[in-house]
C-alpha cells in the first residue's frame, strides 16, 4: 500500500461519468482488478474521510504507463469536488488497497456482470483474463443509456456484449439479471463475475449459487478508514460449512469476495428492505449451508 500524491493528467466526461487519470506509476505498478484506491478531499469537516473509488485501469505499458484511471458519479459533496478537478492539479491517493479478484487455474469462460459505474473494473479484470487465454462475455447494465459504461470498449474486448437499461434507451429493457441465465447459457459461463449496485451483486450471486456456478462480487460498503482499523465496512460470511459465520471487512479482506459466502439477509436486510425483508434485530436464524467453494 502506497500513500502518494499525484498529478491529474486529465478529468474527461463519460457519458454521466468522470473518467479521471492520475499519475501514480508506484499505485499503477501493484494495482490488480479489483482493488481500489482512497482518495483524500480537501476542506472542511465534511471531507473528514477520503472517498474510496474501483480501479478502472492501471497502465503498466505504452505511452500511458504509470497512470491509473478511477470513474465516478458525482453526488454527494467528495465526488462532487472530485468531479470537478482540473489538468495538473494534485491528489493525495492511497493504493492499491483490498483484495482482487483471483483468476480460475482451469475453467476458462468468464461471464463479466457490471451495473452502472460499477463496470469501471471489468475491463481491468478483462484484460487480465484474456492475458491468461480466458474467454470473456459481459453484461453491462444501467439506468438509462448515458450510465451505460463504455458499452463500445466492451465490444472491443469481450467475445459478446449483453446491454441492458431500465428505460430501455440502450440494448435489452430490464436488468442485469434478466439477461443473465440466457447469457450463461449461451457462452457456457464456468465462472461469473460481478461489480455493481449490492442488490444487483446478490442478486447475481444467488443466481449462481442456485447453478452451482462460482462467482466473485465486489462489494460497495460504507467506508471510514480504508485500512483494516475501524471495521464500518464490516460484511457478513457464512463459514465454508454453514455452521458460523463472521463479519469480514470490505476494505481489507474484500472487497472481492466469494458471493456464496456472504449472508446477504444479515447484510442487506435491514438497510435495503425493498430487496428483502429485514431479519429480526437480535434473534438470528441459524445461516444455512452453501456448498464450500474454492479457487
Ligand atoms: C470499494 C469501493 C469502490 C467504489 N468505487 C466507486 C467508483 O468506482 N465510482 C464511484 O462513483 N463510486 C465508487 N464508490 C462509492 C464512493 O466511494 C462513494 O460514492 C463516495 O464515497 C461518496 O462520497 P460523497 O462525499 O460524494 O457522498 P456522501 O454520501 O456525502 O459521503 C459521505 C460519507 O459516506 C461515505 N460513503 C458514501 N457512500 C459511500 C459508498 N457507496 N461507499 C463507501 N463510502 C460511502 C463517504 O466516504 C463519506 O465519508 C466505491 C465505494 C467503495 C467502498
Ligand atoms: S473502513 Fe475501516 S476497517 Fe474497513
Known sequence: MIRTRCEVLSNRRTGAYHSIT?????????????????????????????????????SRRGGWAGTLEIVLEAGGPGTAWLAGVKTHDVLDVIGPLGRPFSYPAELTSCLLVG????????????????????????????????????????KRLADSVVVT??????????????????????????VVYACGPNAMLRAVAEYCLSRGIPCQVAVEEMMACGLGVCWTCAVPMIAKDGRGWWN???????????????????????????????????DLPEPQPVEARTW
Not at 506509476?25 to 478531499?41: L, M, N, T, Y
Not at 475491463?123 to 453491462?140: D, G
Not at 437499461?165 to 464456468?190: C, H, I, K, N, Y
Open 248 to 282: 469480514m471487512r470490505a476494505c481489507l479482506e474484500g472487497p472481492v469476495f466469494n458471493g456464496a459466502r456472504i449472508w446477504w439477509d444479515r447484510w442487506l436486510g435491514e438497510r435495503e428492505p425493498e430487496v428483502r425483508k429485514p431479519e429480526v434485530a437480535e
Open 115 to 154: 451495473g452502472g459505474y460499477g463496470a469501471a473494473p471489468i475491463y481491468f479484470l478483462a484484460e487480465e483474463l484474456r492475458a491468461r487465454n480466458k474467454s470473456v462475455s459481459m453484461i453491462l447494465g444501467a439506468r438509462d443509456h448515458e450510465r451505460v459504461f463504455k458499452p463500445i470498449e466492451g
Open 22 to 58: 492520475l499519475v501514480a506509476p508506484d499505485v499503477a505498478d501493484k494495482a490488480r482488478p479489483g482493488q481500489f484506491v482512497e482518495i483524500a478531499v480537501p476542506g472542511g469537516r465534511d471531507f473528514l474521510l477520503r472517498r474510496p473509488f474501483s480501479i478502472h485501469q492501471a
Open 165 to 190: 437499461t431500465e428505460d430501455g434507451s440502450m440494448g435489452e429493457r430490464g436488468r442485469v439479471t434478466d439477461a443473465l441465465p440466457a447469457a450463461v447459457a449461451r457462452t457456457g459461463a464456468q
